[in-house]
C-alpha cells in the first residue's frame, strides 16, 4: 500500500494521516467546502473538495469517493469512525473497485451492524447474553408478551441502532404501546431501519469493551478493556484503560469472550465488542466494527499503534505479537471535548474558537482537528478534540487530567471540559463505584457551578489585579493575561 485515501474528517482523518506518513505511506483528504481549511487537508499529500457541508452531500458520496480513488490512483481506504464507516455496502463497493477497505469484511459489518443477528453468530459460543428476543418485535402485542416473559423493567432496542437512538426504557405495561412507537419511530428515520427487539433492563451496569485485532490468517489476540460508564444521552464523555473495577480474572475472562465474538463472524482488522458489566457478571452487548473514538486509552497502556496495525492486517501482514506479549503499563484516561454547554443539558454550542491553546507536557496527548479562529460547523458532531493522559496508576492520571483541563484554553464557545473536570473531582468517580448512571445520579448544573465557585473567586480575584495592572498603564501582554489558568474557567465568569 503505496496511497490510502481517509474517506473522514477532523480529528481521526488527521490522526490516520499521521501514522500512515510514519509507515512511508502516502495520503489523500477529502473535504467538504465548509473544511476547506482543516488541519487534515494541510497535511495530506494530496486533497479533493467531495461537496458543500451536509454530510450527504459530501463524506456519504462513496461513488464520488471512489472516482477520486481512480483518479488519483489510490491502493487503500480507512474510513475512520462514523460516516461509511459501517457501511456494508461502501464496503462493497470498495472491494469491487479494487481498492482496499482498511477495515473488516462487508459480511462481518453486516452481522455485526445488526444487534439481533450479532445475537444469533454468537449464540454457539456459549456467550451470556442479557435476557431478551432474539427476533424483532412489530407491534405492541409482541412487545407485552415479551415484557411479560422477561419481567419488567424493559429495554425497547433498534436492532440497527447506537448512540442511544431508538432507545426506551419502560417501567410499566401501559407504556408499552407508546414507548414502541417512539422507538420504531426514532429507529426508522435515524437508521433507515424501524426494527426494534426487547431485552431486559439492567438497572446499575457499567460499560465496559474490549479491544480486539484479528488478521486474515486466523490469529485474535484481545488488547485489554476500556471503562466507558460516563456517558451522556447514551454517549461516551470520559473513557479510561484498564477498568477500576475488573479483577485479573474477569479481565481474562471477558478477553476470551471477545476473542469468541470476533471469531464467530470471522473478523478481519480492529474492533470493539461491548459489554454490559454488573457486579461480577458480564453481557455481550454489541460489536463495533471499526476504530473507536477512544481507542487512544488503548493504545497509551499497550503501547501499540492501532491505525498501523489496521492498515498492516488489511494489507496482508500476520499480527506482529501473540497474547502473551502483551500487557498494561499504567493507566490512561480520556475525556471528549464537545461543543456543549455543560451548564445547559449538554446543549450544542457551535460557534468559532476565538482562542485555542491546548495543554502539552509528558504523558499528554490531544487528538484534535480544529485551529484557533476555525468555526464548529453545525453539520457534524459537535467534538472538538480528545483530551488523553497517561500515568503511572489511576490517582495520578486523575490529577494530570485535571491539570490538563485546567491548561486547556477555549473562548468562544462553552465545552464539556467543566463537566469533565466536575466527574474527575466526584467521589463516586475517585472511588470507582460509578455506573452508566452517573449523570442522572450525581450530575446538575447547579451543583457545577456550586463546584466552581472557589474556581470563580480566584479568577475573579487574578482579574481584578490585572485591571489595577492596566490602568497603571501595563500592556496586558506583559503579563500573558491569566497564563496557566484555564481560558474555559474565565469565558465562563465573564458571562456571570
Given at each position: 500500500?503505496k ?15 499521521r501514522s500512515?506518513?510514519e509507515m ?10 465548509v473544511?476547506r481549511?482543516?488541519p487534515?487537508?494541510?497535511y ?7 461537496g ?6 459530501s ?6 469517493i ?5 483518479r488519483?490512483?489510490?491502493?487503500g481506504i480507512?474510513p ?13 463497493q470498495?472491494k469491487?473497485?479494487g481498492i482496499i ?5 462487508p459480511?462481518?459489518?453486516e452481522?455485526m451492524?445488526?444487534k ?10 456459549d456467550i ?8 424483532a ?8 408478551k415479551?415484557?411479560?416473559e ?8 433498534a ?7 431508538g ?9 408499552i404501546?407508546e ?6 419511530s426514532?429507529?426508522a428515520?435515524?437508521?433507515?431501519d ?10 446499575s451496569?457499567?460499560h ?5 485485532l484479528?488478521d486474515?490468517?486466523?490469529n485474535?489476540v484481545?488488547?485489554?478493556?476500556r471503562e ?7 454517549q461516551k ?6 477498568s ?5 480474572e474477569?479481565r481474562?475472562e ?6 469468541k ?6 473478523y478481519?482488522?480492529?474492533?470493539t465488542?461491548?459489554?454490559l ?5 458480564f ?10 473514538v477512544e481507542h487512544p486509552v ?8 492501532l491505525v ?7 494489507r496482508?501482514?500476520k499480527?506482529?505479537f ?6 498494561i503499563?499504567g ?5 471528549r471535548?464537545?461543543?456543549e ?16 491553546k ?5 504523558g499528554v ?7 484557533e ?12 478534540s480528545?483530551?488523553i ?13 485535571e491539570?490538563?483541563i ?15 473536570k466536575?466527574?474527575l473531582?466526584?467521589k463516586a468517580?475517585?472511588s470507582g463505584?460509578f455506573?452508566?448512571?452517573?449523570v ?5 448544573a ?7 465557585d472557589a474556581d470563580?473567586l ?11 495592572h492596566?490602568?497603571r498603564g501595563?500592556?496586558?501582554s506583559?503579563n500573558?493575561?491569566?497564563g ?13
Amino acid at each position: 500500500m503505496k496511497k490510502i485515501l481517509v474517506a473522514n474528517r477532523g480529528e481521526i482523518a488527521l490522526r490516520v494521516m499521521r501514522s500512515a506518513r510514519e509507515m512511508g505511506i502516502k495520503t489523500v483528504a477529502v473535504y467538504s467546502t465548509v473544511d476547506r481549511h482543516s488541519p487534515h487537508v494541510a497535511y495530506a499529500d494530496e486533497s479533493v473538495c467531495i461537496g458543500v457541508g451536509p454530510s450527504a452531500e459530501s463524506y456519504l458520496r462513496a461513488d464520488e469517493i471512489l472516482k477520486i480513488c481512480r483518479r488519483l490512483k489510490v491502493d487503500g481506504i480507512h474510513p475512520g469512525y462514523g460516516f461509511l464507516s459501517e457501511n456494508a455496502k461502501f464496503a462493497r463497493q470498495v472491494k469491487a473497485a479494487g481498492i482496499i477497505f482498511i477495515g473488516p469484511t462487508p459480511k462481518a459489518i453486516e452481522v455485526m451492524g445488526n444487534k439481533l443477528a450479532a445475537k444469533e453468530a454468537v449464540k454457539k459460543y456459549d456467550i451470556a447474553m442479557v435476557p431478551g428476543t432474539d427476533k424483532a418485535i412489530n407491534s405492541p402485542k409482541m412487545a407485552l408478551k415479551a415484557a411479560e416473559e422477561i419481567g419488567y423493567p424493559i429495554l425497547i432496542k433498534a436492532s440497527a441502532g447506537g448512540g442511544g437512538k431508538g432507545m426506551r426504557v419502560v417501567e410499566k405495561k401501559k407504556d408499552i404501546e407508546e414507548q414502541m412507537k417512539l422507538a420504531v419511530s426514532e429507529a426508522a428515520s435515524a437508521f433507515g431501519d424501524g426494527s426494534v427487539f426487547i431485552e431486559k433492563y439492567v438497572h446499575s451496569p457499567r460499560h465496559i469493551e474490549i479491544q480486539i485485532l484479528a488478521d486474515k490468517h486466523g490469529n485474535v489476540v484481545h488488547l485489554f478493556e476500556r471503562e466507558c460508564s460516563i456517558q451522556r444521552r447514551h454517549q461516551k464523555v470520559i473513557e479510561e484503560a484498564p477498568s477500576a473495577v475488573l479483577t485479573d480474572e474477569l479481565r481474562d475472562e471477558m478477553g476470551r469472550t471477545a476473542i469468541k465474538v470476533a471469531k464467530s463472524c470471522r473478523y478481519v482488522g480492529a474492533g470493539t465488542v461491548e459489554f454490559l458489566y454488573d457486579q461480577g457478571d458480564f453481557y455481550f452487548l454489541e460489536m463495533n466494527t471499526r476504530l473507536q473514538v477512544e481507542h487512544p486509552v488503548t493504545e497509551m497502556i499497550v503501547g501499540v499503534d492501532l491505525v498501523k496495525e489496521q492498515i498492516r492486517i488489511a494489507r496482508g501482514d500476520k499480527l506482529r505479537f501473540k497474547q502473551e506479549d502483551l500487557s498494561i503499563n499504567g493507566h490512561a484516561i480520556e475525556a471528549r471535548v464537545y461543543a456543549e454547554d455543560s451548564y445547559n443539558n449538554f446543549m450544542p454550542n457551535i460557534g468559532r474558537l476565538e482562542r485555542y491553546k491546548p495543554p502539552h507536557g509528558p504523558g499528554v496527548r490531544v487528538d484534535d482537528g480544529y485551529e484557533e479562529g476555525m468555526d464548529i460547523p453545525i453539520y457534524y458532531d459537535s467534538m472538538i478534540s480528545k483530551l488523553i493522559v497517561h500515568a503511572n496508576d489511576r490517582n495520578e492520571a486523575m490529577k494530570k487530567l485535571e491539570l490538563a483541563i485546567d491548561d486547556y484554553q477555549i473562548l468562544g464557545l462553552e465545552t464539556t471540559l467543566p463537566f469533565c473536570k466536575f466527574v474527575l473531582g466526584h467521589k463516586a468517580f475517585k472511588s470507582g463505584d460509578f455506573n452508566t448512571h452517573f449523570v442522572a445520579d450525581h450530575f446538575s448544573a447547579e451543583k457545577l457551578k456550586k463546584g466552581a465557585d472557589a474556581d470563580t473567586l480566584e479568577i475573579a480575584a487574578l482579574l481584578a489585579a490585572r485591571l489595577v495592572h492596566a490602568e497603571r498603564g501595563r500592556a496586558s501582554s506583559q503579563n500573558g493575561g491569566l497564563g496557566k489558568r484555564s481560558a474555559w474557567k474565565e469565558n465562563r465568569l465573564s458571562e456571570q
